[in-house]
């Protein structure tokens, strides 16, 4: 009976204050800010080809690319990544997709789109990616173009459900 008490109690407990699977196997998780740093480090080794490709795709059209969420449910920030499933969209009024934008079809740690804008000071777009990240929804942007409050540096304060972030993936 006593047995069953104990294991009772220790059941409760890891209900009430969470079990962390790495950690009980002699692994160390990485902070928020860890993580968040090598999302911008990937980030960062990306944001020349996207200079790059905007650049070449607005002397064609005269507009910049826009691109879909790359992945239709976003990914966890503290693994590897996943092959983004939403690749091969484009807008309606656009024929590019990322493929053929210039950016590599890989393994990605966030979810990552394009918004574009066309405010009263002239064109620009945001780049924005998205990771879960110990159970919270994360959400960066960098704005290129005139408008710079509509960039923003790590954002915990977002809808933390996969629902939400899964509609999100889809367009909606």
């Known amino acids: 009976m006593r047995y069953l008490k104990n294991a009772l109690l220790v059941f409760v407990l890891l209900l009430v204050f969470g079990f962390d699977h790495d950690s009980a196997h002699g692994q160390t ?35 910049y690319f826009q691109g879909m969420p790359s992945h239709f449910s976003t990914p966890d920030g503290e693994k590897d990544g996943a092959y983004p499933d939403g690749w091969f969209r484009h ?9 053929d934008f210039g950016i590599p079809f890989e393994r990605y740690p966030f979810v990552i789109w394009i918004d574009v804008y066309a405010g009263p000071e002239g064109p ?7 990771a879960f990240i ?8 960098r704005n290129y173009g005139p408008e710079a409050l509509r960039a923003h ?14 509609a999100r993936g889809r367009g909606q």
């Open 153 to 166: 540096d790590w954002d915990g304060g977002l809808d933390k459900t996969r629902e939400a972030a899964t």
């Open 91 to 99: 807008p309606t009024d656009q024929q590019y997709r990322w493929e």
């Open 29 to 63: 998780r990485a902070t928020v800010g860890e993580t968040q740093a090598k999302i911008d480090s990937v980030w960062d080794g990306l944001e020349p080809t996207i200079e790059q490709e905007q650049l070449r795709y607005f002397e064609m059209t005269g507009r």
């Open 134 to 141: 110990q159970k919270g929804l994360y959400e960066k942007c």
């Open 124 to 130: 620009g777009y945001v780049v924005c990616v998205q």
